[in-house]
């Protein structure tokens, strides 16, 4: 049985999802302020998380950098509708997943077990750890190293690119990129994937790589590339 917390100070959508949460067997923990949440994951252990952005005490965000800091349990944001920026902001403090209000507790179910069985398909498929040149990933740790220089990579940035540096000269589709990052049931589309590289590119860049490189292949997608 998955431990799953979720946090939200609506206490309707807080009974909805704890509801439907056991009936898709989980062991469900609730809170109602980011405070709470942030003390019930430092007492259990759990395999998965929807955490509210809009709460009151300590905002979504902040819990999603407090735990970030220790873990990479699996994180879902709940945001409001339209508010675009909450959920780049969430992906880029490391959520693995959003649902937009209102929502269907289906669809969140549906995005749970699709966030779940990627973390079991990286899990059995890698031992964590990849070494190209000065280039280090420790995917174990969610650290990424040039020439032993810690790159702040989010949790996505640093799954694309072990993805792509495990493939040597192999080209992924956007497609490709979203099915295996983001899980078969991802609701987005290809533009994630083109943000996600262009910020991964940036932050690598800002370091010296002359024997590899992320390269585009136009109409394509995406490739690691070792140079000569």
């Known amino acids: 049985m998955k431990t799953l917390l979720i946090a939200d100070d609506n206490p309707q959508i807080l009974d909805v999802l704890k509801e439907y949460a056991k009936k898709n067997d ?84 549906a995005r749970l077990r699709a966030v779940l069985r990627r973390i079991d398909v990286v899990e059995y498929e890698t031992d964590g750890n990849i070494q190209k040149g000065n280039l280090c990933i420790s995917l174990d740790k969610y650290k990424v190293t040039v020439d032993g220089q810690e790159v702040h990579l989010t949790k996505k940035e640093t799954e694309i690119l072990w993805l792509l540096s495990s493939h040597i000269g192999n080209v992924f589709t956007r497609g490709n990129i979203l099915d295996t990052v983001w899980g078969y049931d991802y609701y987005g589309d290809d533009r994630t994937v083109d943000t996600h590289i262009k910020r991964l590119r940036a932050k690598l860049d800002r370091f010296s790589h002359p024997k590899w490189a992320i390269e585009t292949v136009r109409g394509v997608g995406y490739k690691f590339e070792e140079l000569p």
């Open 26 to 109: 989980y062991d469900v923990y609730t809170a109602r302020t980011g405070v709470e949440a942030l003390e019930l994951f430092g007492k259990v252990k759990f395999d998965a998380i929807l955490l509210d952005v809009m709460m009151p005490e300590m905002d979504g965000f902040e819990v999603c950098r407090q735990i970030r800091k220790s873990s990479m349990v699996p994180i879902i944001m709940i945001t409001a509708r339209g508010e675009d920026f909450e959920r780049v902001m969430g992906l880029d403090i490391g959520a693995d997943d959003y649902v937009v209000k209102p929502f269907s507790a289906i669809e969140v179910m």
